[in-house]
């Protein structure tokens, strides 16, 4: 995950080791190489121009610890930046006063959103949560089945419309879902929401008439972080269709370069949450800005 820009990162830092003292040149020299290697990254433009503002100010500025080497006050700079475009403190979910707790997921067909369900009701489980997950995802043949399947493998209950019932109603299924998480004592309700390939305005209007049905407690936007930007993008169409509180990175395993965790939050104004780095029910967790930032710079 990351290689490149952790390689990249590397060899600026070692360029650096061996100086008694930064000039300003050295800085400009180093803030251009991060630079470029956070553009090779497919970071946001934006992002990685306040990123290189923030360093070299600092670096030039009082802002260096004076028990520090040139290349590590660099490297403590570089960490604290990505931890702040990475979201800053980690965000836990929140749950409702008075369960159940609802969480929405939404968000475009192979993003990762069914098994995602199976990894957060494994992970609530962890927690002494009792979830239940919902198959609103009435679109594709095939989804109530698969979330059925992962329930499964997760341990976790499936509430899912009666077979037979034509296409039915995802809004009222949803709805349906908390009436039967309240009388069977289910204290967290992990919905799953239909996704398309793109984005259209049918698939807006079916989440948000699921959001204002079941009144979530958090809405999940959840991302392939592989598609790099246009995860960003499809974050912001998303947020201004549906609207949702944060972000579920997935499949960041097969990203190898890490524009989209590296934009999202910033570009957004929403905090990552959880991230999701395998097809294992175990490749899940909560998601916080320092780890993150600790191994991208390895
Ligand atoms: P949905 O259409 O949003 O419900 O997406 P699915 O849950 O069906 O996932 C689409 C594909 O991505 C499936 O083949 C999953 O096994 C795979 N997938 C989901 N999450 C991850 C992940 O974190 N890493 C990898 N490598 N694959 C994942």
């Known amino acids: 995950m990351f290689d490149t820009l952790q390689d990249r990162l590397h060899e600026v830092f070692k360029n650096l080791r061996g100086k008694s003292r930064l000039t300003e040149a050295d800085i400009d020299a180093t803030a251009r190489e991060i630079r470029l290697a956070l553009l090779e990254a497919d970071v946001n433009l934006g992002v990685v121009k306040e990123f290189i503002a923030n360093l070299k100010s600092r670096a030039l500025g009082a802002d ?78 095939n989804a109530v089945n698969q979330l059925q399947v992962v329930g499964e493998r997760a341990g976790v209950h499936v509430y899912a419309p009666e077979p037979g019932n034509g296409v039915g109603d995802p809004v009222q299924v949803a709805r349906q879902s908390i009436l039967h998480a309240m009388s069977k004592l289910y204290d967290v309700v992990v919905v799953d929401t239909a996704g398309r390939l793109g984005i259209d305005s ?97």
């Open 202 to 298: 049918e698939l807006m209007q079916q989440a948000a008439d699921i959001r204002a049905a079941v009144n979530p407690t958090e809405v999940l936007f959840v991302v392939d972080a592989m598609i790099g930007q246009d995860a960003v993008n499809t974050a912001s169409a998303f947020d201004d269709g549906v609207g949702f509180d944060g972000v579920v990175l997935t499949k960041l395993d097969g990203d190898a370069r890490g524009g989209a965790a590296l934009s999202i939050a910033k570009v957004i104004g929403k905090p990552i949450m959880f991230a999701s780095n395998g097809e294992g029910l175990k490749d899940f967790d909560a998601f916080h800005p320092d780890r993150m930032a600790s191994r991208i710079l390895g």
């Open 64 to 141: 260096v610890h004076k028990a520090l080497n040139p290349s590590q006050q660099i490297i403590k700079i570089v960490d604290e930046e990505l931890v702040a475009i990475l979201g800053g403190e980690a965000r836990p979910l929140r749950f409702a006063k008075r369960p159940p707790t609802v969480i929405m997921l939404a968000g475009l067909q192979g993003s990762g959103k069914t098994t995602l369900a199976g990894k957060l009701g494994l992970w609530l489980k962890g927690q002494g949560h009792s979830p239940l997950l919902v198959a609103a995802d009435l679109q594709r043949p």
